[in-house]
């Protein structure tokens, strides 16, 4: 039993719309790569066809469950090489220096704008 990795838990560092957004980023990468298999790619398209098609059964609930399953079965049936491919190039960080966008000692002028009328 020693020889078994235990399971990671990953945490985020940011919010749910931080991951929401990384998800649909992922899933946009991956549809557009043409490495992944073409059938996988029908079940992103399919629940989101399901979204807009009205249908009988009442409430957004089964909506959001089929676009929910949807999105997580494909990135789960896709190659994982290229999951963590695309991952790690939306989780790369652009290196740079944070800059104020004004500095309390630069000198500010406070004008307005007439635009003379012939």
Request: glycine share 6%; charged share 25%.
């Amino acid at each position: 039993m020693a020889d078994q990795k235990e399971p990671k838990i990953v945490t985020s560092k940011g919010g749910v719309f931080n991951d929401l957004t990384l998800r649909i980023k992922l899933i946009l990468r991956l549809l557009a790569d043409p490495r992944v298999n073409p059938l996988i790619k029908l079940l992103p398209i399919g629940s989101v066809i399901y979204f807009f098609i009205p249908d009988l059964a009442p409430g957004p609930i089964d909506d959001a469950a089929i676009l929910w399953l949807g999105a997580y079965l494909f990135v789960e049936l896709c190659p994982p090489q290229i999951v963590a491919e695309h991952m790690q190039a939306l989780k790369q960080v652009i290196p740079g220096e944070w800059k104020d966008p004004l500095d309390p000692n630069d000198d500010v002028i406070d004008a307005e704008y007439w635009e003379k009328k012939s």
